[in-house]
């Protein structure tokens, strides 16, 4: 089935280690990205991605960094730069920039 | 004060009542999205438009750009229907960007 899969579901380090969280689509999509929620807050944008080799910045990028080598791979870092990672990650995709995104089922991370 | 605003923040309903949750926002807009978030954390699009109304199911989802207001209904409601339910806009300036509402947590009870 065509999807986007994030793995894993929950996801638990250490403070001060760096873990990079999985996100893989096989819709063909071009565009990608990666959100944080918090509790009571709207989606935040962290990195995107328009097509392979390219990405930029969101509105809370620090901390975080980003690669897509493959159009169906974009796996976001978590560093130990981030001060306060616990928290939900979504991944999303759409065909475009300004079309419908689909979303994962998310990542929980919590460190410790 | 957010961009986009939604109400009410939580919502608990008897299965099988008219429900109504209200996004507000205060930017140009090129389009709206409605989407459902369910307890495990995925999220699902319902809808997105850009005028008028749209219609799934028992989903309805209706937008007034002049007032910059957007409802989503949900007729018969059922306990599956309980999940967060979130406003998304796309802003007219900056079109890549999903501008997003805090979400609305509905509960069903039998």
């Known amino acids: 089935d065509g999807g986007i899969t994030q793995s894993p579901k929950y996801l638990f380090r250490k403070e001060g280690q760096n873990v990079t969280l999985s996100c893989e689509q096989n819709?063909?999509?071009?565009?990608m990205y990666w959100y944080r929620q918090d509790p009571g807050q709207g989606l935040r944008l962290i990195y995107y991605?328009?097509?392979?080799?390219?990405?930029q910045k969101g509105d809370i990028a620090e901390g975080y960094s980003v690669s897509r080598e493959k159009k169906e791979s974009f796996p976001l870092t978590v560093t130990s730069a981030q001060k306060n990672p616990t928290a939900f990650y979504l991944c999303a995709s759409s065909q475009h920039l300004n079309a419908e995104a689909f979303f994962g089922q998310g990542t929980r991370l919590t460190v410790v | 004060k957010n961009e986009v605003e939604q109400s009410p923040q939580n919502l608990t309903a008897q299965e099988g009542e008219f429900i109504t949750i209200n996004c507000s926002y205060s930017v140009g807009i090129s389009a709206l999205h409605w989407l459902q978030q369910h307890p495990g954390g995925g999220i699902v699009s319902l809808f997105m438009l850009s005028s008028g109304k749209k219609k799934h199911g028992r989903l309805i989802a209706t937008i007034n750009i002049q007032e910059k207001h957007s409802s989503l209904h949900i007729t018969a409601s059922h306990p599956r229907d309980s999940a967060v339910y979130i406003c998304a806009v796309r802003s007219g300036d900056s079109n890549y960007q999903l501008i997003w509402g805090a979400g609305t947590k509905l509960i069903i009870k039998p």
């Open positions: 991605s328009q097509i392979v080799n390219d990405f």
């Open positions: 819709l063909n999509h071009d565009a």
